[in-house]
């Protein structure tokens, strides 16, 4: 969706990579969903009849530096996907109802996979199948997910904050154990930093980083660590382990399981 949004009936809509997001310009949506001739004025129309939205505004609209019509950097109100999607819910216009009718069936999967978690992973695996992984992959990437959330689920018991603490931790076990940070090796596989390392990650390079986590995660409870200074000792040392596998791997197959080829190619999934 989020790359959807980009384009209207080859209407540009402004858009940036900021705080790891994306954040669109709003007139442009506005203008691409509507038939008015000034965006601005049915921005304020929408603000007056959804009193939420007027309410939130300081929330929803961000100002950001994109360029204008005369070719200059201004600032302009720009939304995350989940703002230009709330604004969209208030526009009463034929061009909006697929994108309502998208959120209506978001929500009602939601509910479905809080009532049957199963269901989750079912539609995970056939994202996957559509965008060419094999069944193999997939069954690693599950692994890994699976881990991933009880890896979290203990950092979260043991002091970490969602978000940069999640990124921090993660970081040191890819430097130790791969030589990169989470940036570094997107870059190195020539993704964008929207995309998500793991799914362009091979088979080995998945696996080892399964072992990482899941050593990390016996790590924190043998150590019983708590607060961000231990943690990060147990996955520089889960790190050093996902090295020493990777160095006996490269050893027997006298090559570089680390690799800047993706699975799949990934350049035919348009993220831009």
């Not at 607060?227 to 570089?256: C, F, H, P, T, Y």
Request: net charge positive; glycine share 4%; proline share 3%.
């Amino acid at each position: 969706m989020n790359n959807n949004l980009a384009l209207f009936e080859e209407k540009e809509i402004r858009k940036t990579w900021e705080d790891d997001k994306w954040y669109f310009s709003i007139i442009d949506v506005i203008f691409a969903l509507t038939d008015s001739t000034d965006p601005k004025q049915y921005l304020k129309k929408i603000k007056s009849r959804d009193p939420e939205i007027k309410n939130n505004w300081g929330t929803i609209c961000t100002l950001l530096k994109m360029p204008t019509i005369d070719g200059k950097h201004r600032k302009i109100q720009m939304a995350d996907t989940e703002g230009i999607l709330r604004i969209i819910q208030s526009i009463p216009s034929t061009k909006a109802e697929p994108f309502k009718r998208w959120l209506a069936k978001v929500g009602s999967e939601r509910i479905e996979e809080i009532n049957d978690p199963e269901l989750a992973f079912d539609r995970m695996k056939e994202i996957y199948e559509k965008k060419g992984y094999s069944k193999t992959w997939i069954e690693q990437r599950e692994r890994t997910i699976t881990t991933r959330h009880s890896l979290t689920d203990e950092w979260k018991e043991r002091g970490a904050q969602q978000g940069k603490d999640y990124a921090i931790l993660t970081n040191e076990i890819y430097k130790a154990g791969f030589g990169f940070n989470a940036k570094e090796y997107k870059a190195m596989k020539k993704i964008h930093p929207s995309q998500n390392l793991r799914d362009s990650m091979t088979n080995i390079e998945l696996a080892l980083t399964n072992l990482g986590e899941a050593t990390a995660m016996e790590f924190h409870k043998k150590n019983n660590s708590q607060g961000m200074s231990e943690l990060k000792n147990d996955m520089k040392d889960a790190g050093k382990v996902i090295s020493g596998a990777k160095k006996q791997i490269e050893a027997k197959l006298e090559r570089s399981v680390v690799t800047s080829e993706n699975y799949i190619d990934l350049t035919e999934i348009k993220y831009d």
